[in-house]
């Protein structure tokens, strides 16, 4: 029996992918032309390194931090103190330059220093002053055992008799302590206007003479007594 065989036609190569370029692919064998790609790749790479310095090369280091936005010197920095606290500082622009920070960059710096370090100082110096004035306090008023019982009756005479902002500014400073233990101790004196004036004070003229040198400053007793009975008389209700 004579046996038939059918001619298949050959199967065609296949088609160029759209990511190779067509003068890197071989049509006929429907492959890439290796050869050719590594080449054009070498040739490039050789382009390349002469338009571009190597790295960690003085050329490349320069070029780089132009790039960046790098000032040629530590001095080009124009910083913007937003405290007085936080100057700028020749070293630290020296240090910020040497790393490679740009004039944003090196401003971020200092406006973190305000932001983050400037609250710490101030807490800090405030929780010293204050410190500093509870022993001044307690001297004066016979060491801290008798500080301790005399500063809660302090407190409360000045809560329950004078009004709760005067109160309040009095008791934020060694000096206003003081006014208030005055007063505290002075009794009950005439209620008549200051300085022999024939009406009482009314609230502005209270505090008019609060701000007088002789209230503040010289704790003049005639002056710090007319501001306490004064404050009684405008707001009785707060009387004990």
């Not at 004196?189 to 010289?218: H, I, T, V």
Request: aromatic content about 8%; charged content about 30%.
């Amino acid at each position: 029996m004579t046996e038939t065989i059918a001619n298949n036609p050959a199967t065609p190569p296949p088609a160029r992918p759209d990511h190779v370029p067509e003068k890197f692919w071989d049509a006929d064998g429907g492959q890439v032309r290796v050869e050719a790609l590594s080449k054009s790749y070498s040739e490039l790479e050789r382009k390349l390194s002469a338009m571009i310095p190597g790295p960690k090369s003085p050329e490349w280091e320069q070029s780089w931090r132009k790039a960046m936005g790098v000032p040629e010197a530590p001095d080009a920095y124009r910083i913007v103190p937003k405290d007085d606290l936080v100057a700028p500082d020749a070293d630290v622009n020296r240090r910020l330059h040497a790393a490679g920070f740009t004039p944003q960059q090196a401003q971020l710096v200092y406006d973190l220093a305000v932001e983050r370090l400037v609250p710490m100082v101030q807490d800090y110096a405030e929780g010293y002053r204050a410190e500093i004035a509870r022993e001044r306090l307690a001297a004066e008023f016979g060491g801290a055992e008798k500080w301790a019982a005399l500063a809660p009756q302090i407190a409360r005479w000045g809560s329950q008799n004078l009004p709760g902002h005067v109160y309040e500014a009095l008791a934020a400073s060694p000096e206003g302590i003081r006014a208030l233990h005055r007063m505290m101790s002075s009794g009950e004196p005439d209620l008549r206007g200051f300085g022999g004036a024939s009406q009482p004070l009314d609230e502005e003229g209270l505090r008019k003479l609060m701000s007088d040198r002789r209230y503040w400053r010289d704790h003049d007793p005639a002056v710090v007594r007319a501001v306490s009975e004064g404050f009684k008389r405008l707001y009785p209700d707060r009387e004990s």
